[in-house]
Nanobody
Framework: QVQLVESGGGLVQPGGSLRLSCAASGVNYSINAMGWYRQVPGKQREFVAVISGGGNPNYATSVKGRFTISRGDAENTVNLQMDSLKPEDTAVYYC???????????????WGQGTQVTVSS
């Protein structure tokens, strides 16, 4: 079974930085994208950033220019460097892995448990 574990969350002042990391285990997909979503109470989970199996990143407009997503040195790991943090970035951040089938246009989504990021003075 696929499992994802996030780390690196915490409390930071506005304008500060945090680096989130995610490691996936039990992954049998040869092609996968990994990304980050965030959620606050009472709202739907929101897309933040994703990086494809080929290393192509995409970002939500709200974080473009401030956040950087990258794959880690180990397989099936991903990082999110968050700079110039704002109070509105406060949320639980979830790691996502989307595994693609080699035999057709099918994929599966997997999620981590989440890590809290709080931006406050």
């Amino acid at each position: 079974q696929v499992q994802l574990v996030e780390s690196g969350g915490g409390l930071v002042q506005p304008g500060g930085s945090l680096r989130l990391s995610c490691a996936a285990s039990g992954v049998n997909y040869s092609i996968n994208a990994m990304g980050w979503y965030r959620q606050v109470p009472g709202k739907q989970r929101e897309f933040v950033a994703v990086i494809s199996g080929g290393g192509n990143p995409n970002y939500a407009t709200s974080v473009k220019g401030r956040f950087t997503i990258s794959r880690g040195d180990a397989e099936n790991t991903v990082n999110l460097q968050m700079d110039s943090l704002k109070p509105e970035d406060t949320a639980v951040y979830y790691c996502n892995l989307r595994g693609y089938s080699l035999h057709g246009p099918r994929y599966d989504d997997y999620w981590g448990q989440g890590t809290q990021v709080t931006v406050s003075s």
